[in-house]
């Protein structure tokens, strides 16, 4: 777990704003994802991203995102269009098949 | 589409009893099921994981059982103790796919 890194852990976006959480992974992971967590709920799949230069839609890819210029970086916008961002904000990588790793998180709060 | 049913979605034990997950998997090409726990405020971590060429896998107090057949796998939780209070999520995942469970929430009781 300790080789994703995500930055910043605290985020605060005004009305009309776009902001960029950053996701770093030194474990040579092809497959890099981000999920969505409101509180007291389950993991919603927001991009994913199996190879560099390529990435999918998940289920509320709606108002956010990605690039994937790097195997190492998976960067995720909010934009303006996304009306209710705050939220807990995960990434994370994985081998193709195998365990998915997650990254400490970013809180995102809109003021 | 494909999916993971998971239950109970909170689940109260007395410290010192067992505790049992159990998540039901539609993907026939899902081949490993690992576990998850979440602390509150803190990202997922695996406790525990299976393939699907496995029935059974314990790591102390912790075990996973698969039935590929029926497509089940259960997390179960023996002597269970206050740290164990968190959310746990199940997973399937094949070559093309991950999908979690909804999560379970564990409380301990004093």
């Known amino acids: 777990d300790g080789g994703i890194t995500q930055s910043p852990k605290y985020l605060f976006r005004k009305e009309g704003q776009n902001v960029t959480l950053s996701c770093e992974q030194n474990?040579?992971?092809?497959?890099m994802y981000w999920y969505r967590q409101d509180p007291g709920q389950g993991l919603r799949l927001i991009y994913y991203?199996?190879?560099?230069?390529?990435?999918q839609k998940g289920d509320i890819a709606e108002g956010y995102s990605v690039s994937r210029e790097k195997k190492e970086s998976f960067p995720l916008t909010v934009t303006s269009a996304q009306k209710n961002p705050t939220a807990f904000y995960l990434c994370?990588?994985?081998?193709?098949?195998?365990?998915?790793?997650f990254g400490e998180g970013s809180w995102l709060t809109v003021v | 589409g494909e999916n993971v049913e998971q239950h109970p979605s909170t689940l109260s034990v007395q410290e010192g009893d067992s505790a049992v997950i159990k998540c039901t998997y539609s993907?026939?090409?899902?081949?490993?099921f690992p576990w998850y726990k979440q602390e509150l405020g803190k990202r997922p971590q695996l406790i525990i994981d299976?393939?699907?060429?496995?029935g059974e896998k314990k790591d102390q107090r912790i075990a996973v059982t698969l039935n590929k057949t029926a497509k089940h796998f259960s997390l179960h939780i023996t002597e269970t103790q206050p740290e164990d209070s968190a959310v746990y999520f199940c997973?399937?995942?094949?070559?093309?796919?991950?999908?979690f469970g909804k999560g379970t929430r564990l409380h301990i009781l004093p």
């Open positions: 997973a399937a995942i094949s070559d093309d796919k991950i999908i």
């Open positions: 993907d026939s090409a899902s081949n490993y």
């Open positions: 299976i393939r699907s060429n496995v």
């Open positions: 991203s199996q190879i560099v230069n390529d990435f």
């Open positions: 994370a990588s994985s081998l193709r098949g195998n365990t998915i790793y």
């Open positions: 474990l040579n992971h092809d497959a």
